[in-house]
């Protein structure tokens, strides 16, 4: 990965840990491309949070289906211009959730769509992760006032958070930067934010961490 431009960075983490904002901010600091999950485009979702057994599995599939699209169209983009590229997810994250939403028979089925997919995801350069914890996400969640999100409770947020951790201690397909953003504002604060855009620059390979004290007045 060049210093200046990095090829394919993921910003990861749980609802509301502030993904999508981070990532259209890396996307204009690097002059990147930025492919964003687009959860509004998904009819299922607000069903989901009213009622998560009758429409998990519709949910589920709605994203993985929205996913493969979006896999296919970025292959065919490397294909004639190759560019660099900020997203708010990793393809990974789809099984994730449906593991987490889905009972046996609903996450087979799941399992067999998925298998049937062609979801050739590239290997990105860097994987950032951002963490904090569940009632710091409740806060940002019920601040950026979408109204289904309302619905969501803390111990779905736990037990998300709860996945995540799980799956990125074992994680090893691509660098990662694991940072603690419960104290930093990445998108409204620049000494924040630069102080992580500098460790971007920075970050070969392996497992890393960035967990900057807060700025004490």
Known sequence: ????????????????????????????TFASDVLLERAEDNPFLERYYQNPRAAALATQLSFLFQRAQQMQALRQGDLFRPTALVADFLLDKDRLFAQLTLDHDELQLYEQVYRHLTLDAPRPDLVVYLQAPVEVLLERVKKRGIAYERLIESAYLQRLTDVYAQFFHHYDQAPLLIVNAAEIDLVGNDRDYNELVD?????RGGRHFFNPLPLNF
């Open 1 to 28: 990965m060049n210093l200046d431009a990095p090829g394919y960075i993921v910003v990861e983490g749980p609802i509301g840990v502030g993904k999508t904002s981070l990532a259209r901010r890396l996307a204009e």
């Open 199 to 203: 460790r971007i620059r920075r970050t």
